[in-house]
């Protein structure tokens, strides 16, 4: 009759406890690994990263190498029959719209160079001091002998070369027409990479790296280095260095040696796909779109290499030193799966799920057991305090809790009533009708006394065909009242025993009342009432006795 707490609470936060607890650690573990990978692809990437910041570094040096050179050269000119003679061819060409100067005795490359009248159209280019001129042809005769040793097939840089702003330039790779001199000299001095070296808009005399862009004479995707050329505070020319997207490719398919996931890309500083792991893919641009490429940008400024994460993909960056560009690898949910830590948080979900799903049967098979042991709890506690065909109070739980209200009544000083009743002539109901419909009057009689009583009334089986009615806060003539009614629904009703049988049952009542003797003892009550209940028989039944 006690409200315990239901022990499934206890099972049910013991489960979540469980659950919550396992899902904590997989979560950590996952944690764990995500961070190893991460720190995997950026080690990774910094790799290749070193190995192909070392080739652009060497070509660095070389572009140091040749410019040093080039300025003691110009600092320090060779008055010998080579220069005095390059000077002699100079002078009879220079008048020519597209001269080139080869001496016979010397193993270099061409100067190829434009006429006296087509330069001057050009303000940032002169000729107008002979003797530095002079100097500045001698230099790049000596430059040449050493340029020819250039290897394309071995070098990274695809071509060097140096513009002169005297009107000519040479080249690692000789222009094959006079057509071409005219339209490479043409080009070049209005790139960027030369007129940025004009001492106005490159005080610090810095090198350049252009963004990538088309070849002269339709040589393809390339991006150019340039440094300035100075000697004696004037600017002589630019010396430059061209490396085609397919050298870059071709080394960093080298520095990619090692198994990579996920694409590569190398970028230049404003973004353009340089090269990539998957030409495909990078050079089409559909490996960032232009808000990533942004985030891209933003994330340059902060450092010189760090990760973002675009949706589901995972991506690891990397300024490169040598070259003004970044390096990225891009690697889907998918590919970043499909890798050692990927494999493993596969394993680690797996087994989350595995014992999840044990611990959700097990829940549900011990939470099954606890309810079935609580409804035959509750079957068996009912069983235990009530009748089972009355639906009443047995006569242990009606005096139990009689003796709880009666306390209370005693407590508060208000009257407490109780009623008894006997049906009249229940064995000739019995006998006559058999145990059946005995069993239905009785039903029926505790319905009648069910359907009478207040909330705080309490009505029990004491006897076969005994019944008793607690009446807190009543009157001895208040339950004389209830009495007197349930005595009279009872005689009123006919009860159907059978298709074709009908009964009318009657009742005898003894009522007492704590008013009379000032005992509150239900079983004193029951006493008393008893024998009222004792007399009201005596004097013929159906009836409501009160008095002793
Ligand atoms: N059908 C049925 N009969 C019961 C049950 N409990 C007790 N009885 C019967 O009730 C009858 C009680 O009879 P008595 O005590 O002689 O009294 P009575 O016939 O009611 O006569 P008065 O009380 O003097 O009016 C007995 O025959 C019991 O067998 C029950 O649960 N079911």
């Known amino acids: 009759m006690g409200s315990e707490k239901d022990p499934r609470i206890i099972v049910h936060l013991c489960f979540l406890t469980v659950f919550l607890f396992s ?11 995500k961070n190893t990978y991460e720190v995997n692809q950026q080690i990774r990437l910094t790799t290749v990263a070193v190995t192909l910041d070392r080739q652009f570094q060497f070509s660095l040096d070389a572009l140091g190498f040749y410019r040093s050179m080039l300025s003691y050269a110009l600092t320090s000119p060779i008055d010998s029959d080579n220069s005095r003679q390059a000077a002699r061819l100079f002078d009879q060409q220079r008048n020519n719209p597209v001269w080139r100067l080869n001496l016979n005795t010397q193993r270099s490359l061409p100067l190829n160079g434009l006429s006296d009248s087509w330069i001057k159209h050009y303000p940032v280019l002169n000729r107008d001091n002979p003797q530095r001129l002079r100097d500045e042809l001698s230099a790049a005769l000596e430059f040449s002998f ?12 695809t071509r060097t070369w140096y513009l002169s702003r005297g009107g000519f330039y040479v080249s690692s790779t000789p222009p094959l027409n006079d057509n071409d001199v005219l339209e490479s ?5 209005q790139r960027d990479y030369f007129t940025f070296m004009h001492p106005d808009n490159n005080p610090q005399r810095q090198h350049y790296w252009t963004p990538v862009y088309n070849g002269l004479l339709n040589e393809g995707a390339t991006v150019t280095v340039t440094v300035p ?14 490396f085609s997207r397919e050298a870059i490719h071709r ?8 198994k990579h996931q996920g694409v590569v890309l190398l970028y230049d500083h404003q973004l353009n796909v340089l090269a990539s792991s998957d030409m495909q893919l990078g050079i089409s641009g559909h490996a960032l779109s232009a808000s990533e490429k942004q985030q891209l940008q933003a994330a340059l400024q902060q450092g010189v290499r760090g990760e973002l994460r675009f949706g589901t993909r995972f991506v690891t960056w990397d300024k490169l030193r040598g070259f003004n560009g970044v390096i990225v690898n891009i690697q889907t949910l998918h590919e970043g799966l499909k890798g050692d830590a990927g494999r493993i948080v596969l394993v680690l979900i797996l087994m989350w799920l595995v014992f999840s799903l044990i611990l959700l049967g ?5 939470t099954r057991l606890i309810t079935q042991m609580m409804r035959l709890q509750n079957k068996l506690e009912w069983r235990a305090n009530y009748d089972g065909l009355t639906r009443l109070y047995n006569r242990a739980a009606f005096f139990d809790l009689c003796e709880h209200s009666a306390a209370q009544c005693q407590r508060s000083g208000r009257p407490l009533a ?3 009743m006997d049906i009249d002539f229940f064995k000739s109901v019995n006998d006559n009708y058999g145990h059946h419909a005995g069993d239905l009057a009785l039903s029926h009689a505790a319905c009648i006394i069910t359907q009478s009583l207040r909330k705080m009334d309490i009505a029990g089986r004491v006897g076969g065909e005994e019944f008793c009615l607690l009446l807190p806060e009543t009157h001895l003539q208040d339950a004389v009242a209830i009495a007197e009614r349930l005595r009279q629904k009872l005689a009123q009703k006919e009860l159907l025993v059978s298709s074709d049988k009908t009964l009318k049952l009657t009742a005898s009542f003894g009522v007492a009342s704590s008013e009379e003797q000032g005992d509150y003892q239900p079983a004193s009550l029951q006493s008393l009432a008893d024998g009222r209940l004792y007399k009201a028989k005596q004097s013929g039944r159906n009836r409501v006795c009160w008095q002793s």
């Open 229 to 242: 050329v100075d000697s004696g505070h004037y600017w002589y020319g630019v010396l430059a260095m061209d």
């Open 418 to 420: 109780l009623i008894q």
């Open 23 to 33: 899902t904590f650690l997989t979560w950590r573990e996952a944690l764990v690994l």
């Open 251 to 258: 080394q960093l398919q080298r520095a990619l040696q090692q």
């Open 362 to 366: 097990s829940h549900y098979a011990i």
């Open 185 to 189: 000299y043409r080009g070049m001095i």
């Open 146 to 157: 050493i340029l020819q040793f250039s290897d394309p097939e071995r070098d990274f840089q």
